[in-house]
């Protein structure tokens, strides 16, 4: 901060321009270093992104973007600051509907203060990023400034930056939707930091594979880190520059849903020759393909066939097939007896081939709402591991415990309006009766009014695309490898929770599930093993059932206690984000319950009222009203409050609909701040409110020994035209009285 600051006292830099530091990326848990926003000489809204790095050496490499540098005490590869910025950009234009209906530029840049030497930073290695965002180094301080200037001329009081932040964000795309423009090499998913990391070095790898000299790529990575995202990509650059690949998976459903998406682009052999199922190489020739793209390699079994009685291990035939091996696992989802996927596993026949080992990991989290938290929540709830998140505060994500299956149906029903990818899932703990008998349902409840079938039908694998399949329930066997905006979770009675102990049993899943086909034989000659592996089956089950929601989770149990549990720890002391914006719109600070505030040593009081600027509504009481913590570095005092302000009379300042910081009646000169006032024998002449935000001005005249007033004016500073001064004369009495001075934009 202090090498921004001393570029950022440049006179010529607006000293009202915005400043942001770690400002958060929507729909991930990406932060930008610093920020800086202003308009251009165009008059154009401008965001200056600027990624800072300590670096003091950097080496080049072969790969796209990836350089060399010391993190943590070693060496390592990453990605290249320019790329860094730029993408960030991009994330931001490719998900902010704001952003480009209003024409912001974003500016990207790189400042590595503790670089000396750019022969590799800002070399012809790299110059396609660093012409999209310039790096610059240790002396480059007046090239930044002049950056800066170049595009922040005017300041904006930081209304840039609270467009990005508050901005109608676009839904996440779906990888099944995009997959038939990616196979035509469209970008449609912008790799961010570890992705491409992985993802060129699994192309390097690729490149370099003999069959002397064996390649295998292990990337772990949680759910929602875009293992299929980049192992899709990967698929489509690999097979672009001429190598034999396959994307692999042991899941059907994934293929079947990408199959179907195909259709009518690539033809069914040319589809059927690039997906293949995880036993398609029992009698493969060694080293036939350049690489596999092994996805969801936690699932993968040691037989192949319907029977269980072809090959010898899929781990093994996977990496004697292919030169390069990549293998994208979660250990967390393995979820079915068979289920030998493990990086161990996979780690003993790579060194049995003589194949050189590099293990990599995915840890940005794009699922979720990008949140980090909720995935640390569900293993924490249950009790898969134990984590620092014990309750939802503070996480960006909807989830709710719903009283009842009808209630959870009803929800989803509600989401799936919006763009048909809202799904109930269930444990596979009711059997599949509508197999042979589709005039039955399988999961039935008499007494909540709620009868459902399992989605396994006519559609199939499709269920999680098909409009009319909203009704019916899928299981773990057809939505792993693949994702929803909403998912709503029926927890069966194979896991329970007493006094606070959650408990599993394989024996309360229906016998026609085989997921723990080998559960009862094994419980009668080692029933601690057959416990173990059940008890992680069936949690790693629900957390992958509970994680497939991009943007929200419901959930219910069958078991009351289960229940009363889950709702104990999803509890937050403040309201969601949602319920929040439902009763504030607009508001991102956090609301304090009454047993957590400390009136103007924590908090200061939020009115529920709309203070308008140019358009003040009559005022409600104020007396009611909430508590609500200010940001970082402002300190709560007893003349502070907080309230909207609407209207767009002053919008060069503050935005309609803007949460801002007020100072009550203050004292010595007003002139020439911006007040809230109330006019006490008259309206706003623009809207009839007696309330107003506006520039305060008076002129004074000298009186004996005293003075008073001439005229006082109240300016409006808006873009738009039509907004008049209000100008009271000093034959009025008492005309108006200054509530309070405004300090700032929230």
Known sequence: MGFMGRILSDTAIPNDAGVAIEFGVAQSAKRIDFVVTGKNAKAQQTAVIIELKQWSTVKETCKDAIVRTILGGAEVETYHPSYQAWSYAQLITDFNETVRDNGIALEPCAYLHNCASGDVVNGPRYAEHTARAPAFLQSDAAKLRAFIRQHVRHGDAGQVMYLIRDGKIRPSKNLADCLSSLMQGKREFLLIDDQKLVFETALDLARSATEKAKRVLIVEGGPGTGKSVVAINLLVEATNRGMLVQYVTKNSAPRSVFEYKLTGTLTKSRISNLFKGSGAHTETVPN??????????????????????????????????AKCSVFFIDEAQRVTWKDIGSISEIEKWAHRAGATVERLSLQSQFRCNGSDGYPAWVDNTLQRKE???????????EFEVCDSASALRSKILEKNLISNRARMVAGYCWDWKSKKSKSQNDIVFHDENFSARWNLSADGSLWIVKPETVTEVGCIHTCQGLELDYVGVILGPDLVVRNGLVQTNGSQRSKMDASIKGYKKLLQTDP???????????????????????RGCFVYSVDSETNAYLKSAARRSTPTPQQRFEKYPGLQLRLLPPSEAKPFINCVPLYDIQVAAGGFSPAQSGEQHDWVELPEGINPRQDLFVTRVVGESMNRRIRNGSWCLFRRAPTGSRSGKVVLVELLDRQDPETGGRYTVKIYKSEKRAIEDSWR????????????????NIELQPDDTEPLRVVAEFVAVL
């Open 288 to 321: 036939t393909f350049d690489c596999l793209v092994v996805d969801e390699a936690h699932r993968l079994n040691e037989k192949s066939g319907m029977y269980g009685n072809l090959g010898e291990n899929q781990v093994k035939e996977m990496i004697n097939s």
């Open 387 to 397: 984590t620092a998140h014990v309750t939802l505060e503070a996480v960006d994500y």
């Open 528 to 550: 601690e093993t057959a416990k173990y592996r059940a008890d992680e089956i069936i949690k790693n089950t629900y957390r992958t059932l509970m994680t497939r929601g991009m």
């Open 709 to 724: 007033h001439a005229k006082i004016t109240l300016l409006p500073d808006s873009t738009r035209p039509g907004f008049t």
